[in-house]
């Protein structure tokens, strides 16, 4: 019988570096939210990948950023949590980007984080098929010269499209050779350990992310207040009842999120609802409302009580 590996991924980055759509590539399946908005994701996602001979759990983590809130100082410090506590780290450096300051910064980081340990480093230059082939070479090179400055030896350093699926299975076969021996962390056929609130939550919050402005996505918070199966169904007509509220910090943002006449507001719904009866296979009713959290990320009560 071969040798079983499992273990933890943890996949880091600054924002908008590729990272959900690429724990998303690997799982095989939608587990992470993604979003041409920096920092939409807001904790760390762990999507699990089973084969025969390994169980891989990838750790998708906000991106490391200079918090100019309490919340954003919140998240570099999931961050930092995740990549203490794992068995491989991988930077998530965009090919359609050049190696910047930003990158620098969080591969010194993770040098830190890692001279107590023996686990395995990698550069990963995401986004390959958006790039062109010289501006891919390039950022390999950038890469390897990152490792150098930062003191950082890469085990691997590997270009993949999440979109397109180019070099994803190669990566998921590195990162499991870097795995210990041991048995699997999760049953068979689980994706997610992601309650089915939060997820319903962060498909909102992504339908709401989709034509804003550069300002609001960071005020956007979702909660789901009640989740249930409507009562005095027939089993063969199941329907979900779901109630969900869009929190955001000023009234201002509220009349956006809305829209005129509610027609945004409804247009989240319809496909927030899709996304949600993917997932659950269950048909879904959705009642959406927005309500104002003045400041609500720089406040520590009204962190808390949106689940920071």
Known sequence: MTDHRS???CLVG???AGKSTLTNALVGTKVAITSRRPQTTRHVVRGIVTRPDAQ???LDTPGLHKPKTLLGERLNDLVREAWSSVDVAALCLPATEK?????????SELAKARRGGARAT?????KADAASPAQVAERLAEAAALGGRAKLEWAEIVPVSAVTGDNVGLLADLLVAQLPEGPALYPDGESTDEPEETLVAELVREAALEGLSDELPHSLAVIVEEMALREDRPEDRPLL???AIVYVERDSQKAIV???GGARLKEVGTTARRGIEALLGTPVFLDLRVKV???????????RRLGF
């Open 7 to 9: 273990g933890l991924a």
């Open 14 to 16: 600054r924002p908008n």
């Open 56 to 58: 891989l759990v990838v």
């Open 99 to 107: 190696v910047g300051a930003g990158d620098t910064y969080i591969a």
């Open 122 to 126: 990698f550069a990963v230059v995401t």
């Open 241 to 243: 009842d779901i109630h």
């Open 258 to 260: 809305i829209g005129k």
């Open 293 to 303: 959290a003045k400041d609500w990320q720089r406040d520590p009560r009204q962190l």
